[in-house]
């Protein structure tokens, strides 16, 4: 599944390179990657019904 998420050094919305669903310490699903254009670390957090 393929995730889009925002990217603040290239300031606009990129695709999730090699995303993987993690746990955050409080709970919450979220999805963790790079970058294609810069390679910078990409984190977005899934909404509940996205996220089983």
Known sequence: MD???????????QMIKDGKVEIAK????MV???CPVC???V???L???ESK
């Open 26 to 29: 409080n709970g919450r699903r």
């Open 3 to 13: 995730f889009e998420g925002y990217c603040v050094k290239c300031r606009k919305k």
């Open 32 to 34: 963790k990657g790079k």
């Open 47 to 49: 909404p509940k019904e």
């Open 39 to 41: 390679g910078t670390n």
């Open 43 to 45: 984190t977005r957090f």
